[in-house]
């Protein structure tokens, strides 16, 4: 490859008397695609035409589920949508449903949800990090982040009892509080963090080939960005100072310091500063959320949604008879409905939920970023390499379970 | 470029300190002051604002939105239909979710279609993010999105029959799919 390439030039499709252009299916079974995303490429030479994605192969009717189950029940449905962030997914939903009841969470709880938000952050970033440098070469740091990402998932397992799908986030609070120690757990996660990014920078950011390999590589600029719907660090790679944390905080995110970092090149290498200075600042959100952490009740005090303590259901008879109505009938949520954006790992994540007013939802929509995120590959990707594809798609960090649904 | 470049700069910024000189409900309600026949009604509930837009307005108003300064809704965050049910008429809504990236503020623009005639013309000129979301809503509600560029199935296969989030359509079935 060239070293002087820079801005994708323009093509233009024109005859082709010669019938130059060739068209492949790439995909879905590559394994630089994160799942089952097809791509059809039309591909003049080894410089890409034009870009089609195809998606739907993992299409399994989530939406739709949704309207048949209680909304205690949804929650573990969402888990499966971004299996990487499925806690960032869990908020989204759960707030969505707390703010048709209008519920008061309380402090603690809100403070264990930005913990674990940003722990999971992390670790969804670690992910992208190991397989993107994975699908462009750089085989070793895979390991580094995944011994990183180990840390975090039995953070979360010894607080939910899950890895993948914890389901800790509930309507009302939490599942239950924190177990003993695991203030000190996480403290020992904090303090090893900041020598493991400066690992992955020392493998990774100097490396000469990595940065040929995504500079000026799927430029979009910030009007375009905007226009396509990017969030997220994709977005704050072309210079866009947004983050919804800030924007429309929530779960108490005002009361926390960060910095949004944002990068100016809108390429594959600013997306890639973008998400390697979030980890840090995620880093720096969960020590100000440990600090914060006071003793206090982790379930909104409203019995009717709130599932009792199993103490008080040996003791007292109304709260056995909650737990029955609950379980057996759900709870009615008052008819309306809500549309809560949250900043996941990959940008907005909106929980669209309309209420008629009975136990299970009338419609529950998700805004995946990573859905909006791809709808913009093919204008960042025409006139680049086919090489340089995958690095489009590792660095716009997409899971094809939230895609599809 | 090294790591932490722009640093520096103060990022403190928060909803407060962006100006919210014109609350959305106030933009939706001027809005259909001066065009009665763009918005039919405002609703405010739960701090988020809905305005009923007529369905063949709906470019106009979104393009309004989006160039007048104190809305600056910049940022369609999300477009996606609703089926109230086959004995509810209108029957379909469909949602267009309003965020500026300057303002910060959001706004939501709902437009009611008959069963008989689920046609709503396309925003892709105003914003090119509602190409996938109308794709979307067409292949699971069946609401045709009139000057769309590619209004294809995006999550179900192409011979697909039916739209799968329409009330009526079942849960469950029984006959496999089998690609021709």
């Known amino acids: 490859m060239s070293s002087t390439v820079t801005l994708p030039p323009s093509v233009e499709i024109v005859d082709q008397p010669l019938d130059t252009q060739m068209t492949i299916s790439m995909g879905p079974q590559h394994p630089s695609t ?21 998606i739907g192969y993992l299409h399994t009717g989530m939406e739709k589920l949704f309207e048949y189950k209680k909304y205690q029940q949804g929650i573990v449905i969402t888990d499966r949508m971004d299996y990487l962030n499925p806690l960032g997914n869990n908020l989204a939903y759960v707030m969505a449903v707390e703010k048709l009841l209008q519920l008061e969470i309380p402090e603690r709880a809100q403070t264990i949800r930005v913990l674990f938000c940003e722990l999971q952050r992390i670790a969804s970033h670690l992910v992208w990090l190991g397989t993107h440098a994975l699908d462009i070469g750089a085989m070793t740091v895979f ?58 920078h020392k493998l990774l950011t100097g490396n000469k080939i990595f940065q040929k390999r995504t500079q000026d590589v799927g430029y979009i600029s910030a009007e ?10 994709c977005l704050r790679g072309s210079g866009v100072r947004l983050d919804i944390r800030r924007a429309n905080p929530y ?56 599932l009792p303590d199993r103490e008080a259901m040996k003791r007292h008879m109304d709260a056995l008879i909650h737990h029955f109505l609950i379980v057996a009938e759900g709870f009615d949520v008052p008819a309306g409905e809500v549309y809560m954006p949250i900043e996941a790992s990959k940008g907005e994540l909106g929980v669209y939920v309309k209420s008629d007013g009975g136990p299970k939802p009338a419609r529950v929509h998700f805004r995946g970023p990573s859905f909006v995120n791809l709808s913009a590959m093919p204008h960042m990707s025409e006139g680049a390499m086919v090489a340089d594809i995958v690095a489009i798609i590792g660095s716009l960090d997409i899971v094809l379970g939230e895609i599809d649904r | 470029m090294t790591v932490g470049d722009n640093e520096k700069i103060s990022q403190n910024q928060t909803a407060s300190q962006a100006a919210q000189d014109v609350t959305p409900s106030q933009l939706a309600a001027a809005l259909q002051r001066e065009h009665p026949e763009w918005i039919s009604e405002v609703v405010n509930a739960l701090n988020e604002t809905t305005a009923f837009v007529n369905r063949d307005h709906i470019v106009a108003v979104c393009a309004h939105l989006k160039s007048a300064p104190e809305a600056s809704f910049n940022f369609l965050a999300d477009l996606c239909g609703v089926d109230r049910g086959p004995e509810e008429e209108p029957r379909f809504e469909v ?49 045709i999105f009139d000057g769309h560029p590619d209004l294809r199935r995006i999550l179900l296969p192409d011979d697909w029959q039916g739209h799968a989030l329409r009330k009526d359509f079942p849960l469950r079935g029984y006959e496999p799919y089998s690609l021709k």
């Open chain 1, 34 to 54: 994160h799942g089952v995303l097809r791509l059809e490429l039309v591909l003049d030479g080894e410089m890409v035409v034009k870009v089609k994605p195809d």
């Open chain 1, 143 to 200: 390991f580094y982040c995944f011994r990183e990402r180990e840390k975090i998932l039995n953070l979360i397992e010894a607080a939910s009892g899950g890895r993948l799908t914890p389901s800790y986030f509930r309507i009302g609070g939490l599942m239950m509080d924190l177990p003993p120690g695991f203030e000190r757990r996480v403290q020992q996660f904090q303090e090893a963090f900041p020598a493991a990014i400066e690992e992955f």
């Open chain 1, 224 to 233: 375009d960005a905007i226009d396509w719907g990017l969030s997220g660090p």
């Open chain 1, 251 to 306: 779960s108490s995110y005002e009361q926390y310091e960060f910095e949004i970092p944002t990068e100016n090149g809108g390429d594959v290498w600013a997306r890639y500063l973008v998400r390697m200075r979030e980890m840090k600042e995620s880093h720096r959100i969960v020590g100000q959320a440990l600090a914060r952490l006071k003793p206090g009740p982790v379930k909104a005090d409203a019995p009717k949604v709130v």
């Open chain 2, 95 to 143: 949602n267009y979710h309003l965020f500026s990236t300057t303002k910060y503020h959001r706004l939501r623009l709902k437009v009611l279609l008959y069963d008989e005639d689920p046609h709503v013309p396309t925003v892709t000129g105003v914003w090119r993010t509602a190409n996938w979301h109308e794709r979307e809503t067409f292949d699971l509600f069946g609401v």
